[in-house]
């Protein structure tokens, strides 16, 4: 009887393992062979300088509240006119919101949908204090050691002028689309885009514009980060998180210390942060994280490759690894950060109220009104008021077999030869969630390369863009133009 089991047992190992390698041996990368494509050469100098230029330019949005930078917007949309001359000719050109811009570049076919490009010209300040640590000054759009230096040279002053370098220069090749293309350029992006993208996406719809797809900032080439792959890897996000502020308010009886009930509103809300961060949202490997370990798990190393390739039965196991921290736990996850608290004025006085503040980052699926009942459900406090201070859904998920994808996959694989090209999930948001409503798809990626240190350049100190790579950027956009309205 024994033996019998144990030789069923035995079986049943031989055949797992000899799934789990026949899996793990036949998945291979399915990416078709592309040719990288040679384009004409640029003045790269006469580019840099144009970037630089604008650089210096401070359209700073502050906070929600501030009035816009009026004066500065109004420096770089002359900037931009004089800089490309062929545009400004040949473009149809709308100011709208007040300083953001539409760029309509008619194509001849009216039957293909229409593709649009993005990028924002307003920046974040510089932190106050953080000055000095800045090996050019952050408005200075000095030209150092091959790169450009200051805000807007990542995020994404970048974008906008690699956008238009681009044009000009297919304009001067005789470059006519068929297809039409929109670049758009909002003036807010940084305080949530409603008076520039969203504006222009709402005048778009007026007109009755279908898109085919809008590529916007989002993620870039990463080298380095990626456990096992030593290759550059150019992620196009399929879909950006969503984000959430709830504000915790604990009311309870004030009165002398010397007499206190058992908990005070600052011990609810201390109990009540305490249940939050022990009841995480469940972690869940899903699209279109899920399509990106299933399109690198080719190129990693063995133990990685193998389990990956068998979540069929070690999914538990992948999840929980992943979930344990950093950026990967962000990535299958819906995340709770508690960022402020406040609550008691005087050491013998019974605070009557306390609050939190708690910023959480939706997955994609995952709605605002889950978060607020999955909150509920874990404070479990009648005499605690959640209340939503700000937020957005996340996105849908975008196509990564549509056409818009392929295009893109296609253009990073003939302007980047040496990358390996993965759909991805964007951590933080972007202006292309107000274009959602009319295009078909949505997909953000810059060919930035970043090493591991460049992440924190973006928003923080030292931002700077090299030459070269911002050289390849344009002529990313120069072939996706030919690619997409060719
Ligand atoms: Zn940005």
New binding site residues.
């Given amino acids: 009887m024994f033996k019998k089991i144990g030789l069923i047992v035995v079986i049943v190992i031989v055949v797992l393992v000899g799934v789990m390698a026949f899996n793990t041996f036949t998945n291979k990368a399915n990416t078709p062979a592309i040719d990288a494509v040679k384009m004409s050469a640029i003045d790269a100098d006469a580019a840099a300088n144009r970037l630089a230029e604008a650089v210096r330019i401070r359209t700073i949005s502050a906070g929600s509240g501030d009035a816009p930078a009026s004066a500065e917007f109004d420096q770089l949309h002359l900037l931009i006119s004089n800089s490309f001359p062929r545009v400004h000719e040949n473009l149809k050109r709308e100011v709208v919101g007040g300083h953001s811009l539409l760029y309509t570049w008619e194509g001849s076919d009216s039957t293909l949908r229409p593709v649009l490009l993005m990028g ?1 010209m307003d920046v974040v300040p510089v932190e106050p204090g953080t000055e000095g640590d800045w090996q050019e000054n952050a408005f200075s759009g000095a030209i150092r050691d091959g790169a450009i230096w200051g805000r807007g040279t990542l ?2 002053k970048l974008s906008v002028f690699a956008i238009l370098e681009a044009a000009e220069l297919q304009l001067a090749e005789g470059f006519k689309p068929k297809r039409t293309l929109y670049f758009a350029f909002g003036h807010d ?2 305080i949530g885009g409603e008076n520039g993208a969203g504006k222009i996406a709402a005048l778009l719809e007026e007109r009755n514009v279908k898109l085919a797809f809008t590529l916007d ?1 989002g993620m870039v080439v990463v080298q380095g980060l990626m456990p096992g792959i030593e290759d550059p890897i150019a992620f196009i996000a399929l879909a950006e998180k969503g984000y959430l502020t709830l504000q915790l308010t604990a009311t309870t009886v004030g009165g002398h210390s010397s007499i206190p009930p058992r908990t005070t509103a600052i011990g609810k809300i201390a109990r009540a942060i305490s249940r939050l961060e022990e009841n995480r949202f469940p972690a869940a490997l899903i699209s279109p994280a899920s399509d990106m370990f299933d399109t690198l798990a080719p190129h990693m190393p063995l133990p990685l490759k193998a389990i990956i390739s068998n979540r069929w039965l070690l999914d538990p196991l992948l999840v929980a690894e992943l979930g344990k921290g950093g950026a990967t736990n962000a990535m299958v996850r819906t995340t709770t950060a508690v960022t402020i608290t406040e609550g008691g004025t005087k050491d013998n006085v019974l605070p009557s109220t306390a609050t939190a503040t708690i910023n959480f980052r939706l997955l994609p699926g995952t709605s605002i009104q889950d978060v607020v009942e999955h909150v509920a459900t874990v404070v479990d406090d009648p005499d605690i008021v959640i209340a939503v201070k700000q937020g957005n859904e996340p996105s849908r998920v975008s196509s990564k077999s549509a056409e818009g994808y392929h295009l893109i996959e296609k253009t990073i694989r003939e302007t980047l030869p040496d990358v390996l090209v993965s759909p991805g999930l964007m951590l933080a948001g ?1 202006d292309s969630k107000h274009y959602e409503g009319i295009a078909e798809n949505s997909y953000r990626f810059i060919p930035m390369r970043f090493g591991p240190d460049d992440l924190a350049r973006v928003h923080g100190t030292n931002e700077r863009l090299f030459i070269d790579n911002y050289i390849e950027i344009i002529q990313f956009y120069r072939r996706l133009m030919e690619n997409a309205a060719g």
């Fill in positions: 924002h995020d994404d992006e940084e900032e972007s």
